[in-house]
């Protein structure tokens, strides 16, 4: 089973659940990192701050023999005083930065379960964009070599968590060869190995790059990990394109520097007249007062100002995904820095076909332009090419979509996007309505599937509701998103209109009449679907014959469904055996 549940979608990203020895994680989320010789922020303090996990390096512990006693007598929980989740970094860091530490990678690894880590990590090579080949090479080799001696004592490390991280540095095969031998391995958690000179250089492209190339082959059910990821105006970026989880001491290290936090950019105190925040911090302390300050106690309240502003920010972060808006958010941000935006429009044009694979195809928030990258959104992308493929006998033109069929007046994203065009005010026809938001979700034969339309109105508010064919009722106009929601009647009518599998998620016969009685089409129950279902898809769950035993709402993409074991694939709505 998957340690893994998600629970809500936007672009790549994923509100879910981490199950963990010390209880569940939610992610996406934050670990700063702890460093027990220099506790700048206390444990305890974290946690007031709403830190819900941290990460702290074992090789340090390991070093520290007071502390690496107590380590192992208690766990690293109670050595640390940190009774949250624990990732433990293995001494990688210590290994890019002074070229060798004095330990094995077995040696670590086993110290780190026998302490109590929740994430435990290899030792893997960290890598610099400035790396000659030769020095990848030779990273590399080492890192899967440290893989695969994980993977030999992996019996006996059970109930941590293991992360293991691909390497390359700026070499594409290297990163790909990396990740592939990674992901065979069966790690729990995969990380991506920020490139060191290129994130002090702030070249985000080349960090957005990395990511992309590794997740290629990665397996969507485990969590991603992107390290050393600690500026607040770049976390959004880097969750929208899939990963989970970041680490930084930058909370520490910019307060070390006199440098104040915003979500958008950092700036030196002595600039600052007044603090633009109402943490506690700033709320209890003027510009003025933190400035004249002794240099301990001043970089001590930074710091924790900076660290309330990344947990702030991915908690915003979160709440963007529950309510569908995470690209905006993205969009926002990347104002925020040039070399920012330039990632976001690098990466939207480059891997325009793996962001639209996980992308939902509809939401619970509007689409806002703001800007020519709105253009070049996953969901915007795969909207325009949709309505190209359409035909109707009256459109409504947009700057976004082009062309729209007047019967997708109401329909996401097309009445849900909010740009400079001006309002349509032209009415389409409850047929109009009908054949042109069916042929959008389910395809252009799905039009073939209804005769003699007719839609009941809402008495309060005068919009679509039921849909009748016939006079027999076929499903509902969903009114947040003018989405058809199809009956059994209504779905069996667009089974004889679909060609196999459209629109489809055909489940094992022993989990037939499970199905059917109205219990949630778990991933292994899966025989065969529909490769173009994405997550919040209408689909229609059939047995081998084509018999509709359900309808329901895809939870993950037809691509993610093999990874996820025993994990909700469809929520049903309507089931064959409640019918009548």
Known sequence: MSNLRIRRRDASARIAELSTKSGKLLLPNFFPVFNPNKPVVT?????????????????????????????????????????????????????????????????????????????GTILDVPMSSDMSRREAEEGVKTTIDHAIEWKSISEELKGTLWLGTPQGGPYDDLICESARRIAELGFDYYGVGSIKVA?????????????????????????????????PSSFSLFVALGADTFDSASYALYAAEGRYMTPERTIPLEELEELPCSCPVCSKYSAKEIKEMEKGEREKLISAHNLYVSVQEIRKI?????????????????????????????????????LEEREPVTKRSAV??????????????????????????????????????????????????????EEVEDEPSDEEMVYSIVSYQ???????????????????????????????????????????????EGAELLVKALPWPAC?????????????????????????????????????VVNKQDRVLATGKAVLSASEVGYFEGHPFVIIRHHSMHRG
């Not at 080349?206 to 969590?223: H, Y």
């Not at 690209?327 to 690098?346: F, S, T």
């Not at 806002?368 to 190209?388: C, I, N, Q």
């Open 368 to 421: 806002f332009y703001s800007g020519p990258e709105t253009l070049m959104r996953p969901d915007v992308l795969r909207a325009r090419k949709a309505v190209e493929r359409m035909r109707a006998e009256r459109y409504f033109r947009t700057s976004i979509y082009g062309n729209v069929p007047l019967g997708l007046k109401y329909t996401f994203p097309f009445g849900q996007t909010v740009s400079m065009d």
């Open 43 to 119: 444990p305890e303090e974290m946690k007031r701050i709403g830190v819900e996990a941290i990460i702290t390096n074992s090789y340090i512990i390991y070093k520290n023999e007071k502390l690496r006693e107590e380590a192992l007598k208690h766990g690293v929980h109670s050595a640390i005083g940190f009774d949250g989740i624990i990732m433990t970094d293995s001494g990688a860091y210590q290994l890019y930065r002074y070229k060798g530490i004095e330990i094995s990678n077995k040696e670590i690894i086993r110290f780190q379960h026998a302490i109590g880590s929740d994430i």
């Open 442 to 488: 389910f395809g252009v034969d799905a039009a073939k599937a209804f005769k003699n339309l007719r839609v009941r109105r809402s008495r309060k508010t005068g919009m679509p509701r039921d849909v009748y064919s016939d006079d027999m009722r076929v499903g509902f106009i969903r009114p947040q998103d003018g989405f058809f929601i199809p009956s059994l």
């Open 504 to 540: 489809r998620v055909v489940v094992k016969k022993e989990h037939e009449d499970e199905v059917a009685k109205g219990i949630t089409v778990f991933s292994n129950f899966v025989e065969e679907l529909d490769p173009k279902i994405r997550p919040n898809s209408e689909v229609i």
């Open 318 to 354: 979160r709440t963007t995904i529950r309510e569908g808006w995470l690209w905006n958010l993205v969009q926002e941000r990347a104002r925020a820095h040039p070399k920012l935006l330039k990632a976001l429009l690098h990466t939207l044009c480059k891997y325009r076909d793996e």
């Open 199 to 231: 994130l002090e250089e702030y070249n985000f492209t080349m960090q957005a790059d990395l990511l992309m190339k590794v997740r290629r082959f990665l397996q969507p059910s485990k969590p991603v990990h992107f390290w050393g990821i600690g500026l």
